[in-house]
């Protein structure tokens, strides 16, 4: 249920609040009600709070100012979640669809429902929704290629970029880098951020390793696990400042995602493996 709220939000303390409330919803429910499947039923619930959240919180996110990114979920302690239910970069992808699509993909892709069954959610018909499906279907295989990665390698690359972020090295930056990578950021007016993606490899490396000369030199960065995979956060007297997530095919990262803005980093007050 969290994972599925999370997903179609992209934020942790609304899936949290979506999550009591379905619950609340199945505690009120009146004795007589019938309750073929409790998990089809809080499955339902839990999708359909997080389909009105999102049609409400879609007017303020026009607004935002610079790029909007899900909010970091640390999954270390979370063993029940799949890594795959949560990952970063296709939350992120899943942003640029509108609340319709995004929930009837949600349910279908990862969920499996069947448009019968997602059609009272959405308030759609079945023939709709597999409309609906399709074409968000084509704009995530569009946007986001799939990429199976081994995570010790995708730790690994994570270093070696923070290495070379860190000595300045350009030149090794680069060949970390897909050519048509794409640096994101975050900082929701609230601090300073990039307010478009940066694209290109060579834009990335200088853009990185500039950025880099900014940090304080008390900063501390952090190892954590973010969205199922190994992440970074940067902290001063243990405030985190930025959270790091990669996107990788293995040999190359393709996406940086550097979320600043820090309402989306209030959960990262954790215990972590310091890289410094």
């Not at 970091?72 to 942003?95: K, R, W």
């Given at each position: 249920?969290?994972?599925?709220?999370?997903?179609?939000?992209?934020?942790?303390?609304?899936?949290?609040?979506?999550?009591?409330?379905?619950?609340?919803?199945?505690?009120?429910?009146?004795?007589?009600?019938?309750?073929?499947?409790?998990?089809?039923?809080?499955?339902?619930?839990?999708?359909?709070?997080?389909?009105?959240?999102?049609?409400?919180?879609?007017?303020?996110?026009?607004?935002?100012?610079?790029?909007?990114?899900?909010?970091?979920?640390?999954?270390?302690?979370?063993?029940?979640?799949?890594?795959?239910?949560?990952?970063?970069?296709?939350?992120?992808?899943?942003?640029?669809?509108?609340?319709?699509?995004?929930?009837?993909?949600?349910?279908?892709?990862?969920?499996?429902?069947?448009?019968?069954?997602?059609?009272?959610?959405?308030?759609?018909?079945?023939?709709?929704?597999?409309?609906?499906?399709?074409?968000?279907?084509?704009?995530?295989?569009?946007?986001?290629?799939?990429?199976?990665?081994?995570?010790?390698?995708?730790?690994?690359?994570?270093?070696?970029?923070?290495?070379?972020?860190?000595?300045?090295?350009?030149?090794?930056?680069?060949?970390?880098?897909?050519?048509?990578?794409?640096?994101?950021?975050?900082?929701?007016?609230?601090?300073?951020?990039?307010?478009?993606?940066?694209?290109?490899?060579?834009?990335?490396?200088?853009?990185?390793?500039?950025?880099?000369?900014?940090?304080?030199?008390?900063?501390?960065?952090?190892?954590?696990?973010?969205?199922?995979?190994?992440?970074?956060?940067?902290?001063?007297?243990?405030?985190?400042l930025l959270a790091i997530l990669i996107e990788t095919d293995?040999?190359?990262?393709?996406?940086?995602?550097?979320?600043?803005?820090?309402?989306?980093?209030?959960?990262l007050n954790v215990t972590c493996r310091t890289t410094s």
């Amino acid at each position: 249920m969290f994972a599925l709220a999370y997903r179609i939000t992209g934020n942790r303390a609304d899936a949290e609040e979506i999550v009591q409330d379905a619950f609340l919803r199945l505690h009120d429910a009146a004795p007589g009600d019938e309750v073929r499947s409790l998990k089809a039923y809080l499955t339902t619930i839990t999708a359909r709070l997080s389909f009105n959240r999102l049609r409400d919180q879609r007017a303020r996110r026009e607004t935002y100012v610079g790029e909007w990114l899900p909010e970091p979920l640390v999954t270390a302690a979370e063993p029940g979640i799949d890594p795959t239910d949560v990952s970063f970069a296709l939350v992120a992808v899943l942003e640029r669809l509108s609340p319709l699509e995004r929930v009837v993909f949600v349910l279908r892709n990862a969920f499996d429902f069947t448009f019968r069954e997602i059609a009272p959610v959405v308030g759609r018909d079945a023939v709709t929704c597999r409309k609906i499906f399709s074409r968000a279907r084509a704009r995530v295989r569009e946007e986001r290629p799939r990429f199976n990665v081994d995570r010790e390698r995708h730790r690994s690359l994570l270093q070696s970029f923070t290495e070379a972020a860190r000595g300045g090295d350009k030149a090794k930056l680069v060949s970390l880098l897909a050519e048509d990578v794409a640096l994101h950021g975050d900082g929701g007016g609230k601090v300073m951020a990039n307010k478009k993606a940066v694209i290109g490899r060579d834009a990335v490396a200088q853009f990185v390793i500039a950025t880099t000369r900014t940090v304080p030199s008390e900063a501390t960065l952090d190892e954590i696990e973010l969205n199922g995979a190994p992440g970074l956060v940067l902290r001063t007297a243990g405030r985190p400042l930025l959270a790091i997530l990669i996107e990788t095919d293995g040999e190359h990262i393709h996406s940086v995602f550097a979320v600043a803005n820090p309402d989306k980093l209030l959960a990262l007050n954790v215990t972590c493996r310091t890289t410094s």
